[in-house]
């Protein structure tokens, strides 16, 4: 039975129970009977609930897309679907990195709240995911994500609750590279067409085709480029004679592994980043964004078929990401640190038509998007969501308007094979960046005006007060613990939020 038909019968059943009773009461009280009970009117019934399609380009910073501004083609697809969208221009994530992200967008409340402070735990049972309210609400579910089942979108991470379908990558056996949106696309297409049209569904995809390749034996080809695709994606904005005869050495691995091998060189001081070759630089970044014209293709083939299907108009479609990547736009490459490029995610939200276009510049956040899904879905919102539903027609449409001037806490402590941790709280234009709060020796924080500065180029050092205030903010940020905890599913060994707590910075 469809929603729509069930809520009728619903809303029919409460009016003939209280008709019922209206009757007893009126006769008790020696009045006549009144009309038999009318059935609702249709325009008095809620809208039927819409499909609502959440896609997480994994490692994709938002000045990237053409969308943002970017002057590269990466991304004319995704530029199509924004035009006719709410573009927020600034969307945070709460981390750097692809777990805690991910549960931030699927829960409705920051990773700190959940305690996900390391790269082991889980979402905690009791805080229920967008998928399972959804599902609750009679909508089917699927999801098709790059990631191993204990893997950071992982079904055992607490990611695949509420879902009917998880399917995790590789989504067809045999293929060279493990990671690829051709194939995440044909699960979701193959599934679109065996559901059950007649209810409405919640579908998510995550792609790690934007991301460093994650192991030495997935380089497609034998220079084994740091980001890879199949070609002719691989050389779309450069020449295959540009390209280096190899991204790889016994000492340094391929794929991430290189990018960690220059990482730790440069927070050991072994390498000095502004020494980096230029021209491998330029090299790297048109290696990322082939990726990202390679999934921004497949996601057209996706559009194309909700059109063809008549869903494209009626559903809620989301693009994000769960974090950006650096290219030494600070002091390292990949996902480390808290700096904009790192956090600054790209969100578009289509709505059903007419559909609303704006761009908006309110200080939004990843969490904001479960209750804005529950919300278009006519859903419950749980009282432990604390992401807001995302503004499309209010006047506050300005980072410095009271309605967005929200404090957005992030922080970075995925240490691997070498320790950096790194904290950040924005508030308005200012942002206060703390790394490595255990360390005496390693202590360093930086105030920025992004008003002025919006690169994070010039710490601001006169202003002693405000540094102050936002610093005593982060700690009573983290001296507050969290709302609830998940298990871990291996025993942890890197310092976590408690072992900094210990260690001083928190008191
Ligand atoms: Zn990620």
């Not at 995302?390 to 410095?400: C, G, H, I, Q, V």
């Not at 360390?439 to 180029?457: G, I, K, V, W």
């Amino acid at each position: 039975m469809s929603r729509k038909h069930r809520i009728r019968e619903e809303t029919g059943n409460k009016a003939s129970s209280l008709g019922v009773a209206l009757s007893w009461l009126l006769i008790l009280l020696g009045c006549s009977s009144p009309e038999p009970p009318q059935a609702p009117s249709p325009e008095t019934e809620p809208a039927p609930a819409p499909a609502i399609i959440l896609i997480s380009i994994d490692t994709l910073r938002a000045d990237h897309l053409g969308s943002y501004g970017y002057s590269r083609d990466t991304s004319p697809r995704i530029d199509a679907l924004a035009h006719d969208s709410v573009r927020f221009t600034s969307a945070f994530a709460p981390t750097p990195w692809t777990l805690p992200s991910h549960a931030s967008m699927l829960t409705g409340m920051h990773p700190y709240e959940i305690g996900i402070d390391n790269s082991y735990r889980t979402i905690p049972p009791e805080i229920p995911t967008v998928s399972e309210l959804l599902a609750r609400s009679g909508y089917q579910t699927a999801a098709f994500v790059d990631s191993d089942p204990k893997g950071f979108v992982g079904a055992e991470r607490g990611f695949g609750r509420g879902f009917e379908v998880y399917q995790h990558s590789p989504h067809q056996p045999g293929l060279a590279q493990r990671f690829d949106m051709a194939a995440t696309v044909d699960g979701a297409l193959d599934w679109l067409k065996d559901r059950d049209p007649l209810r409405p569904f919640f579908l998510f995809l995550h792609t790690k085709s934007v991301h460093a390749v994650p192991n030495d034996a997935e380089c497609l080809d034998p220079r084994c480029f740091p980001y890879e695709k199949p070609e002719p994606w691989q050389f779309r904005f450069i020449s295959s004679d540009q390209a280096p005869a190899s991204w790889t050495s016994p000492e340094d691995g391929a794929g991430q592994r290189y990018l960690w091998s220059l990482n730790a060189k440069i927070l050991e001081g072994e390498l000095d980043p502004k020494a980096y070759p230029e021209d491998r630089l330029d090299q790297l970044k048109a290696f990322y964004d082939a990726g990202i014209y390679y999934v921004d293709f497949h996601l057209g083939r996706l559009f194309d078929d909700l059109k063809q299907r008549g869903l494209f108009e009626t559903s809620v479609i989301v693009v994000t990401s769960d974090h950006g990547e650096a290219f030494l736009d600070h002091s390292l490459f990949m996902h480390q640190e808290v700096y904009d490029p790192l956090l600054r995610v790209p969100l578009i939200v289509r709505l059903p038509n007419p559909a609303p276009r704006a761009v908006r510049a309110d200080q939004v956040v990843l969490a904001d998007i479960v209750p804005t899904l529950l919300q278009q879905a006519n859903a419950p919102i749980p009282q432990h969501v604390t992401g807001r539903s995302l503004p499309w027609t209010s006047e506050a449409n300005n980072p410095r308007t009271a309605g967005s001037l929200r404090e957005i806490f992030s922080y970075y402590l995925f240490p691997r094979k070498f320790s950096y941790h790194s904290l950040a709280l924005r508030r308005g234009d200012w942002k206060l960046i703390v790394h490595n709060p255990e360390s005496p020796d390693r202590f360093r924080q930086e105030l920025y005006n992004l008003a002025q500065d919006p690169a994070e180029r010039q710490p601001v050092s006169g202003q002693p007060l405000l540094t102050e205030e936002l610093r005593q903010t982060l700690r009573h940020r983290l001296r507050q613990a969290p709302v609830a905890q998940g298990a871990e599913l291996l025993q942890q060994d890197f310092p976590n939020l408690e072992a900094i707590r210990a260690l001083g910075y928190i008191e």
